[in-house]
């Protein structure tokens, strides 16, 4: 089996999807404590010591509103960082997924973005993992850069988790209406990031559940199969006063990641209904 490293481990992203990539990778999970991705010498340390063939870069700053008061973090995690690993994947010849996000887009658009689209982040957060991305590929041209947005999975805090909790304390939620995406359960990223490894894939790759809903329309769903009986407002995003500006828009065309490996990804009330059990 080939051995794949996975960084930042620990958080949603690993906890979901690194237990299915164990069935086709001797698979070693890290994190900070382990491999602190910003220290050179540290990546060059533990990719001696593993040896691995590919490198599954999950670490990130990913407090969107934080990054707004934290530039120099965000930039050092997000770009710089990934710049490293990339730069020592490229000296080993290590194959490397790198995880970004929607967030590098505006959301001014009316259609899914596709690849070919030109970014134009809205937040610091954005601007910090696309240039993250461009770092990564510019090191290491043979990277696979994946794509995703509005994850939600077991073992951490997420949309879900958020919502049910106060309803139950509170019984009113209130949730935004005007922005729309796709919500992605975490686990279904595994098998197109197996799919894009097996293919040697290389470059950016837009990876969702398909289909899209505005986080309202999403709340309504979970309550809905939840049977949850709290009163829930639609609001508008200017009303929750947060730091950094979200995407209106960020629905995904993922017809390349079909096209090349011939996955396609399931839709979002499907795959929400496998997460909710």
Not at 36 to 56: H, S, V
Not at 232 to 259: E, G, M
Request: proline content about 5%; glycine content about 6%.
């Amino acid at each position: 089996m080939l051995r794949l490293l996975a960084t930042g481990s620990h958080g949603l992203l690993g906890s979901n999807i690194l237990p299915i990539l164990e069935r086709y990778y001797t698979v070693t999970p890290l994190d900070i404590e382990e491999w602190d991705i910003t220290d050179r010498d540290a990546g060059d340390r533990t990719i001696r010591e593993c040896k691995p063939d590919i490198i599954l870069n999950l670490a990130a700053y990913t407090n969107v509103d934080g990054c707004e008061d934290c530039l120099s973090l965000a930039d050092r995690v997000n770009a710089e960082a990934a710049g490293i690993v990339a730069d020592l994947c490229a000296r080993r010849k290590i194959k490397l997924v790198h995880i970004s996000t929607d967030y590098v887009f505006d959301g001014e658009k009316d259609s899914p973005y596709t690849e070919q689209d030109v970014p134009n982040p809205a937040s610091v957060y954005g601007l910090s993992k696309l240039s993250g991305e461009r770092k990564v590929l510019d090191a290491c041209p043979s990277a696979i850069v994946v794509r995703t947005q509005w994850l939600y999975g077991h073992g951490g805090v997420n949309f879900i988790s958020k919502i049910t909790q106060i309803a139950r304390e509170k019984g009113v939620v209130e949730v935004v209406d005007d922005q729309r995406g796709s919500p992605t359960y975490t686990k279904d990223l595994a098998e197109p990031i197996r799919a894009l490894i097996e293919e040697n894939a290389a470059g950016i790759y837009h990876v969702a559940n398909s289909g899209s809903c505005t986080w309202f329309e999403f709340a309504r769903e979970i309550f809905d199969r939840l049977k949850i009986e709290a009163q829930l407002n639609p609001i508008a995003s200017v009303h929750l006063n947060r730091k950094a500006k979200r995407p209106r828009y960020s629905v995904f065309d993922c017809s390349k990641l079909t096209r090349d490996t011939g996955f396609r990804m399931r839709p979002w009330p499907e795959a929400l209904q496998d997460y909710l059990g």
